[in-house]
């Protein structure tokens, strides 16, 4: 099990900010993140790259429309699929 780097990630329904990270896991991981303050689904996997989430700041009043919704930032999977990142 290796831990990768940290990113934020917003939910796409409540715009409420999370620090995320991604552990990859010898067997594939199905399974679902809800947001904590609006309980909508952020993002769903099925994969040996299983994201942990970690609220940093609560629902906002404005949603934010910056980067893909429903998907782990691509500095954390593109780091997953690096030869480096999958050396023990």
């Known amino acids: ?5 940290i990113a934020t990630f917003s939910c796409a329904h ?7 990270s991604v552990i990859r896991q010898l067997e594939p991981q199905r399974d679902a993140a809800r ?7 952020m993002t ?5 790259t299983v994201p942990s989430f970690r609220l940093l ?3 906002s009043s404005q949603i934010n429309r910056g980067r893909a919704r429903g ?4 500095s954390l999977t593109d780091r997953l699929t690096s030869p480096s990142a999958l050396a023990p």
């Open 1 to 5: 099990m290796q831990v990768t780097a």
């Open 14 to 20: 409540c715009a409420a900010l999370y620090e995320v």
């Open 35 to 41: 947001c904590t303050c609006c309980a909508q689904v």
């Open 44 to 48: 769903k996997w099925r994969s040996h």
């Open 57 to 59: 700041r609560e629902r």
């Open 71 to 74: 998907s782990l930032p691509e």
